[in-house]
Structures are given as C-alpha cells and as structure tokens.
C-alpha cells in the first residue's frame, strides 16, 4: 500500500459546480497537509496548508483533515475554467528523521467546463 | 521574487552523458528537495537535504547525486544519463519540516 492514495481522474465539471478532491493515507505520523495546483507545464504552486486535524478556508477553498480517518479533501466552490488543472495532495510528520520528506499523491486531473 | 530558481529548463542529452541540474532559493529555507515527475506516477521524491551538509535517500535514487553547496543551493548530477531518466525534474524548499514547501519550475530532460 502506497503511503498517500489519490484517485487521479480525471474530473470533469460545469462551471459554478463544487468540486471534491480527496486523498488518503497511511502513515499515522503525518500532521502537516498540503494540497497544490499544478498547471499543464508548469511547477506545483501551494494552495491550502494545514496542521492536524480541522477545516481551513481560503476564498473560494476549503481544506479538510480528518487524522482518524486519515483522510483529507479540497473543496473547490463556483468552480471556474482557470481552476482547471492537476491538484496534488501533500503531506509530512514531524522534524526528524525521515518525517522531513514530503509525499506526495498522484495527482487529480481536474477539467472545469464553461 | 526569485523563490526557487531552477537551471536549465531544458535539456536533451545522449545516453552516457553526464550533466548537473542547479537549484537555488533565496527564502533561506533549511532543506532542500529533489523530485521527478513522470506521467501517471505523480513526484517521485529521488533525494534531500533536511539541512546544510546532510543529504539522504528518497524512493527513487539510483543514478543520482547530489550536493549541497551550500544554504543556498542544492546540485543534482546525473552520471551516466539512460533513457529511464527522460523525465521532469523539479526542486523544492522549505524552512522547516512542519512548514509549507516551494517549487521551481522545473527542467524538463530528455535523454536519447
């Protein structure tokens, strides 16, 4: 089992609909979550950053985390085309030893129609 | 606002060849990363460097070096290029290990 599971699409929406990205892991040491929106060519930009468990909001952006499920999603609301991209979940423990590496999921292909 | 700053962005070598990726940043960030990206198998974290004078092992590192010059800047070298390291390399900063990490742009290899 792969240590952070992310269904990769792709996800084709309407404009204005809201979007549902989620990963999974398996590593209980993990406490920081990133998720980041990568355009076709370009480098992975960070968008939502969180600690633990909670909800974090960001415009139109919220990032959940649920450590007792080890689960995590992004909620793109009124989804526009310039959302359109791959979004990469993130995520690492604590200082120390091999919690200093970042894992990464595979990536969402996600397609928002005008 | 440079970030990090990755040199070149493109790059076709022959199989044997040697050649050197270079990254920057200028966020003083303490560690350092390496990853490729290939299709449908996401970034693939090949070394990094949790401080100046430390490096370590990611999960794919065959066929790499690496070399922490400095805070600044994080080198990786390819020995002997095989075409298997056809790929988009992309360096990545953070300050600490509970803080977000940055990209560069990456370089795109090509490698015949």
């Known amino acids: 089992q792969k240590e952070v599971e992310q269904d990769p699409g792709p996800l084709s929406v309407p404009e204005g609909a809201i979007v549902s990205l989620n990963c999974t892991y398996s590593n209980s040491a993990f406490q920081y979550f990133m998720w980041y929106r990568q355009y076709s060519r370009k480098g992975p930009e960070l968008l939502m950053y969180t600690y633990s468990s909670g909800n974090k909001e960001d415009g139109r952006f919220t990032a959940q985390v649920d450590k007792s499920s080890k689960y995590i999603s992004l909620f793109i609301r009124d989804s526009q085309p310039s959302d359109s991209a791959t979004y990469l979940c993130?995520?690492?423990?604590?200082?120390?030893?091999?919690?200093?590496?970042?894992?990464f999921g595979k990536g969402t292909l996600l397609t928002v129609n005008p | 606002n440079a970030g990090v700053t990755q040199t070149p962005k493109f790059q076709v070598l022959k199989t044997g060849q040697s050649m050197t990726l270079q990254c920057a940043q200028d966020?003083?960030?303490?560690?350092m990363y390496w990853y490729r990206q290939d299709p449908g198998m996401g970034l693939r974290l090949i070394y990094y460097s949790a401080s100046e004078g430390t490096t370590d092992k990611g999960e794919v590192p065959n066929g790499y070096n690496v070399s922490r010059l400095n805070k600044r800047e994080f080198s990786l070298r390819l020995e002997s290029a095989a075409p298997s390291q056809t790929s988009v390399y992309f360096c990545?900063?953070?300050?600490?290990?509970?803080?977000?990490?940055?990209f560069g742009q990456g370089t795109r290899l090509t490698v015949v």
């Open positions: 966020m003083n960030h303490n560690s």
């Open positions: 990545a900063s953070r300050w600490t290990p509970n803080t977000e990490a940055f």
């Open positions: 993130a995520m690492s423990g604590n200082s120390g030893g091999s919690n200093y590496k970042l894992t």
